[in-house]
């Protein structure tokens, strides 16, 4: 038998192994962001479905805008049906209210406009992480033998910053909540030798400048790539409608959150920061291993959203506005601050149905649940943020296939 088979292995070759697996699973992690990048399935308490308040005020906010669009669209007189999508569906009320609201305001423009009313198909889109199930169990009963179906629902599995339809397959086209995360963690950010490696932060709110500027890139990028996607797909004439969470226009990038309340009090900051430090103390995880998780999202300003679609060309905007939404209502701010423990639950349960799939991949499931269990604590801890409110900025975009 050969000796140096038996030989053991050494110190430096065991670490330097090690090292390179642990590089290697990062760069896995970051390179099949599409599998993991989902938002909590099912119906339980730590599911998107029962934790999208934020994303429902803002879909409200945006409601009377999208309205508009429609009533202003033109009309495609002699089509057989009309196809709507709904880019980033994730699970739940959210968009099958807005499926309903757009089929309906459409059926009544065509009945008081037009001598006939089309069909109309309905196409719920997004990762094939997502929780198709759930949201295809959720759909209301098309068909109850007394009147005709409301739509016809499809599922399109994939990422909107590619080509999902054939060209010229869609009438209406909308994202809501969806666009502000991105196709991928920029790969300088998650490389330790990097200037852009965002050492002790989970996010980019108030990190140095190149981590800022990798993710700015990536957002261009990605962004740009969805329009020129949405440009092949949607009819001339069609609506393109997007909701997405944004900063106000004269803020820097190194600021996504806008005024101090909001940056020290949302998820993706303090108490998630905090969280991941109290795991690197407790000796759970290494210092590598908390710095390689990012959260792949970006809030873009107005003027970055202009330049997209003056890169892209194909769309005349109508509507381009940044708006401002609070947390919650002040009822449920009292409600709180009489119980900072149901807080601290509830603000957990957020992070959990938007960010689980994403940490437990990282971490696995039992070092996920510790991370939510000390962000929960946290949250519960810090009194005074109780009586402060968090806003969230989001921009509305209304555009017409030219």
Not at 190 to 201: E, F, H, I, V
Request: proline residues 5%; glycine residues 6%; aromatic residues 10%.
């Amino acid at each position: 038998m050969d000796s140096a088979r038996l030989r053991p292995i050494s110190p430096i070759k065991k670490t330097m192994d090690m090292k390179n697996a642990k590089e290697l699973q990062t760069l896995r992690w970051a390179g099949d962001l599409h599998r993991i990048l989902c938002m909590q399935g099912g119906d339980d308490d730590v599911s998107y479905a029962k934790n999208s308040d934020a994303p429902a005020s803002a879909i409200s906010l945006s409601k009377p805008f999208l309205i508009q669009s429609i009533q202003s669209m033109k009309l495609f007189k002699g089509e057989p049906s009309l196809r709507i999508a709904d880019l980033g569906c994730a699970t739940g009320f959210n968009t099958l209210a807005t499926i309903e609201l757009l089929v309906e305001s459409l059926r009544q423009r065509y009945y008081m406009e037009c001598s006939e009313v089309p069909e109309f198909e309905a196409f719920f889109s997004d990762l094939p992480s997502n929780d198709f199930n759930t949201l295809f169990r959720s759909l209301p009963t098309l068909y109850d033998g007394k009147r005709q179906q409301h739509y016809y629902a499809a599922g399109v599995p994939g990422s909107f910053y590619h080509r999902l339809f054939p060209k010229r397959k869609l009438h209406v086209a909308v994202s809501l909540s969806a666009l502000h995360w991105l196709s991928q963690i920029p790969g300088s950010v998650l490389d330790k030798r990097s200037l852009a490696w965002n050492k002790g932060r989970a996010w980019i709110d108030g990190a140095k400048k190149e981590v800022v500027e990798a993710y700015a890139k990536q957002s261009e990028d990605d962004l740009t790539a969805f329009l020129r996607c949405r440009r092949e797909e949607i009819v001339e004439g069609g609506v393109l409608f997007i909701l997405m969470a944004g900063r106000p226009g004269q803020v820097q990038p190194e600021n996504q959150l806008g005024d101090p309340d909001s940056r020290a009090k949302h998820p993706f900051t303090s108490s998630m920061d905090q969280a991941w430090q109290d795991l690197l103390n407790e000796g759970l995880i290494d210092e590598e291993r908390r710095d390689t998780f990012n959260i792949p999202a970006y809030m873009r300003s107005p003027d970055e959203v202009r330049r997209a679609f003056d890169q892209c060309a194909g769309f005349e905007i109508q509507t381009l506005e940044y708006r401002k939404i609070v947390e919650h209502s002040k009822e449920k701010q009292e409600e709180w601050i009489k119980d900072p423990i149901s807080y601290g639950r509830a603000k957990a349960n957020l992070v959990r149905a938007t960010l689980k799939p994403m940490v437990e991949a990282h971490l696995g499931p039992n070092l996920s649940e510790e991370l939510f269990e000390r962000f929960e604590r946290r949250a519960s801890a810090d009194i005074d943020m109780l009586h402060k409110t968090c806003f969230y900025g989001v921009i509305v975009v209304c555009a017409i296939r030219k």
